[in-house]
């Protein structure tokens, strides 16, 4: 939502000046037009933040600033270490990464995977002037990718000398170190005819491991509990549900280290030869709750006049980041032949298995379940190197018309360097042993020095074993991106509201990109982190694009009125899409110089990108439930048995605890080559107030609604859909949904099988509000002659976001505005603001900040009618979160910041199964507690 006032943003770097906000002088180009026009009020909202923002809010990150804006729904973050994959990621409206376009001055940005997203990481977050965020489509002016909008990071064009900055961040319990050294020169270059910048940037995360804070040391899963037995952690003791309440107990996962065996419907586990109750293993101390990191950035961008008509440009920026991820040791799930006479077992349990070796073969085949501490922890150690390259011409044609053409190239290298895996095949070999003539246990097959291996007892696998199964495993990600752009725009002729502008230009763009597993990922011969097969596909696009600004009336019998549109023709390299169209047409009225009211219509489309196109199957291991098990808590009909039977559960095992032990379900996923692009429809209404009889003071309201359609989404929009659709919708064992689904001999789910599809639909409405005031206070402590006050809020309502996973099966709508879980993922609040005020008095700056997320609901209530009663945790109370900013100009553009997020040392809510990690959700809530900073920010 552009207004022409911004007190709470807009200041220059290190300037704790005046608040008062200018008009903006001659003509600007608005983001989301490459028109341009004498005023900032435009027909699509755009929500503006400042540079002032960034330092204030002691942000090292960009992700961690544009992740409170009310529009974004938080993608991966700092704090996303399962899943995670090392990035920072945005999404806007909760329409996903991929539908969202970022720039960094008004031009495409370098993307860091198969699936073509953009790592907010790679971005200099220090010389960020301003970050504008266009919501409601905007492929018309800018292409593919543009569905949700876009977020365009503007840089400091501006510097003339010395820019040298940097801030350290320190957790209230003494942990969680970070800090950023920065620099940048700036300079004219041969009389004013040229501008350079080059700038450097280093920046250092220290972990924090979940066994640091009391709410995630202990993993939290649905179960009952004794009332009143709830600790620190959030989390009870354990009981029968005949005799506790529902609610959040101390859980873990079945791969335990000492093994659990389930042998032909036999359970037993250690040496005892007796069956041993089972207890989870609490994996949560050895995750990260916040990732390390390790960042360093280099660039430069310049231009020079080389005569009245041509000025030249170039953009340069290479960054290295490396973020590793830390899980617990490897839980082996494997189906094993068990020796019978292995003098591993005890006499107890040898004599469990003779029985239930029928062939007499002296093996049972078994599914083993053993956590390998042996092996050590897992790691994965993303480093990723990213260079980009721009350059360009522009000018003027003649007088009023001028032009813009430029070439990006962008390479994006990532290296995933995996420790902790163990090899399935060779779990397997040393797992078979035999006696050799000489009466000693070996392995049945000797080959690569097999050395005999002991799963049964804590401790019990030796250092040669464990070496022997220990593998270590390598990705390669490899995408590139290349841009030629020329553009023209100028003025055709005068109409009564002003100049008709126009703006007309052609674009080439190519994308590729491949991943490379090595051999032990490509073949699935891992246990650890997920395998995955080798992605690799470009493709192109030509395209043709226009606008129009038309100012019907100025200074008439109305104020202003005004209508643009745009169009692009998009021809496609992918035989499924070809040609494809989009459009855009808005007005903007203002009765009087106070109101002014705007909409706007855009058609969007999105091309699939090279994983959804030509992604090699992988394994996956969502949080769902299985319809068969015992979290069928209010489906358990006789439809839903029948059909659990033919799909292969046994029917004494259905709706038992035994069908499914944890909280996630193995997936396997994989692109189509065949997909089309999707569609979006978008609509926004909205109103900006700036009323003359309250200077400083701008209001805008704005109305969104953007339906996406022929969506791309894995079968049955994801893993829990398909089994719902199976279960409970379709009910057909021949069904798409029913044959996908692949289960052991004991009913459990071995995995789930779902492909790419343009099968879905997605749709999202709501409404942003924004207020700006400032205004000056009648008194100094510094002897000046009045201090000032400035006020910012905007916040969003979001009335829908629902999720359709089958477009032909329109009544099986999944509603996420407000829910979280298994279904919806991330939570996405209905209700959520940020707000700062901001005393400015002589050299010093006193800010605080509001953070507000609204209250949500487990999505099993309304999208699977599951009574509130029976969840561990129904629902996540509302937060807010107060920060504090002191900053103090020490001499004229030498500024000492002073900081505290979290003030009040809010916690996070916590959650049990529908959790994203950490017993709850990181990306969105404040994990890290009271958190102090410092900054310094000096230009000579």
């Not at 704005?702 to 859909?721: A, R």
């Not at 609040?829 to 609901?857: A, C, H, M, V």
Request: glycine letters at 10%; charged letters at 20%; hydrophobic letters at 35%.
């Amino acid at each position: 939502m552009t207004v022409a006032a911004q007190p709470a943003f807009a200041q220059a770097a290190g300037e704790l000046g005046n608040l008062e906000a200018e008009e903006p002088a001659g003509v600007i180009v608005v983001t989301g037009s490459r028109i341009a026009r004498p005023d900032l009020d435009t027909a699509a909202p755009v929500a503006v933040v400042g540079e002032e923002e960034f330092q204030l809010s002691g942000s090292v990150n960009v992700e961690s600033v544009i992740n409170t804006l009310p529009q974004v729904v938080p993608g991966l973050t700092g704090f996303s270490n399962n899943p995670g994959n090392g990035a920072a990621t945005l999404n806007l409206r909760g329409l996903g990464e991929t539908r969202t376009m970022v720039l960094v001055n008004s031009r495409r940005w370098m993307f860091y995977d198969t699936n073509q997203i953009v790592d907010l990481n790679t971005i200099p977050q220090f010389l960020i002037d301003s970050v504008d965020v266009v919501t409601g489509g905007a492929s018309a002016v800018y292409g593919s990718d543009a569905i949700a909008g876009v977020v365009n990071f503007k840089l400091r064009d501006d510097l003339d000398g010395l820019l040298i900055g940097g801030q350290t961040n320190i957790t209230e319990e003494g942990d969680g170190f970070r800090y950023n050294l920065d620099m940048a020169i700036g300079s004219d270059l041969a009389d004013g005819r040229g501008h350079v910048t080059v700038w450097a940037s280093y920046a250092r995360r220290k972990p924090i491991f979940q066994s640091a804070r009391e709410f995630s040391r202990f993993a939290a899963v649905d179960g009952c509990i004794v009332p009143g037995s709830v600790d620190g952690t959030g989390t009870g003791i354990e009981v029968d549900c005949d005799e506790g309440v529902p609610g959040p107990v101390r859980g873990g996962s079945s791969g335990v280290p000492t093994t659990y065996v389930d042998a032909l419907g036999a359970q037993f586990a250690d040496t005892g030869g007796t069956l041993v109750p089972f207890s989870p293993y609490n994996y949560a101390p050895a995750n990260y709750l916040q990732l390390p990191q390790e960042r360093y950035m280099v660039g430069g961008y310049a231009d020079y006049e080389i005569n009245d008509n041509v000025t030249a440009y170039a953009e340069v920026s290479y960054v290295n980041n490396v973020v590793p991820q830390e899980l617990a040791a490897t839980p082996a799930f494997i189906t094993s032949e068990l020796d019978v006479d292995s003098p591993f077992f005890a006499p107890g349990v040898q004599n469990q298995l003779a029985a239930l070796d029928t062939d007499g073969d002296g093996y049972v085949t078994s599914l083993v379940r053993r956590r390998l501490l042996e092996t050590g922890s897992r790691n994965s150690n993303d480093e990723r190197n990213a260079f980009r390259v721009l350059a360009g011409v522009k000018g003027d044609i003649v007088p009023g018309w001028g032009y813009d053409a430029y070439y990006m190239y962008s390479r994006t290298r990532n290296s995933q360097i995996q420790t902790g895996n163990i090899s399935v095949s060779r779990f397997l070999q040393a797992l078979r042993t035999e006696f050799d003539a000489n009466g000693n246990l070996v392995c049945s097959d000797q080959s690569n020095g097999c050395t005999p291996l002991n799963i049964f007892g804590l401790g019990t696998i030796s250092p040669e074993a464990a070496d022997f199964i220990r593998i270590r495993a390598q990705n390669t990600e490899i995408s590139s991106l290349q841009v030629a752009s020329a553009a023209i725009n100028g003025e055709l002729f005068d109409l009564p509201g002003g100049p008709l502008g126009v703006a007309f230009g052609a674009e080439y763009r190519k994308v590729s990109s491949q991943y490379i597993p090595d051999t032990a990922l490509a073949s699935g011969d891992v246990a650890g982190f997920n395998a995955g097969l080798p992605t690799q596909g470009s493709y192109d696009v030509k395209e043709l694009f226009g606008e129009i600004y038309l100012p019907i009336i100025t200074d008439g019998f109305v104020d202003r009125f005004e209508i643009t549109a745009a169009g692009r023709y998009s021809d496609y390299s992918l035989d499924a899409i070809g040609g494809t169209w989009t459009y855009a047409i808005g007005a903007t009225l203002s009765p009087i110089r106070d109101i002014t009211i705007r909409g706007q219509y855009q058609r969007a489309v999105r091309a699939p990108n090279v994983e959804e196109l030509f992604g090699g199957n992988s394994q996956g291991f969502p949080p769902a439930s299985d319809p068969c098990s015992s979290r069928n808590v209010d489906n358990r009909t006789d439809a839903v048995r029948d059909l659990c039977i033919a799909t292969g559960v046994p029917a004494n095992a259905v709706f038992t605890d035994a069908i499914q032990l944890n909280s996630q379900i193995e997936g396997l996923f994989g692109g189509n080559p065949d997909l089309e692009e999707e569609v979006s429809d978008s609509w926004t209404a909205g109103v900006v107030l700036q009323p003359s009889f309250i200077p400083r003071l701008a209001i805008t309201i704005d109305y969104f609604d953007i339906k996406v359609e022929n969506l791309i989404t894995t079968l049955g929009g994801g893993l829990n859909n398909s089994l719902s659709l199976c279960y409970y919708t379709v009910q057909d064992i021949n069904s798409e949904y029913c044959q996908a689904i692949n289960r052991f001999g004991s009913g459990a789910i071995d995995n789930v099988e779902i492909l790419n599809a343009n099968i879905a639909e997605l749709e999202t409405s709501g409404v942003d509000l924004q207020i700006d005031y400032s205004t000056p206070v009648g008194f100094s402590l510094y002897g000046e002659a009045e201090s000032q006050l400035s006020f910012f809020f905007l916040g969003t309502w979001t009335d829908k976001n629902n999720f359709t996973p089958v477009a032909d099966l329109p009544d099986q709508v999944n509603i996420c505005a407000g829910y979280y879980g298994a279904t919806c993922g991330t939570f996405q609040p209905e209700y959520k603001f940020t707000t700062r005020i901001t005393w400015q008095d002589g050299p010093q700056r006193l800010s605080f900040r509001g953070r507000y997320i609204g209250s949500g609901d487990d999505d099993q209530i309304v999208n699977q009618g599951v009574d509130p009663a029976n969840l561990a945790v129904a629902g996540l109370s509302e937060r807010f979160y107060l920060d504090m900013t002191l900053a103090f100009e020490v001499q004229e553009d030498r500024v000492v910041t002073f900081g505290v997020n979290n003030l009040l040392n809010t916690k996070p809510p916590l959650t049990g199964d529908s959790q994203q990690q950490a017993n709850t959700f990181p990306n969105v809530y404040d994990v890290l507690g009271r958190d102090f900073f410092v900054s310094f920010r000096a230009e000579f």
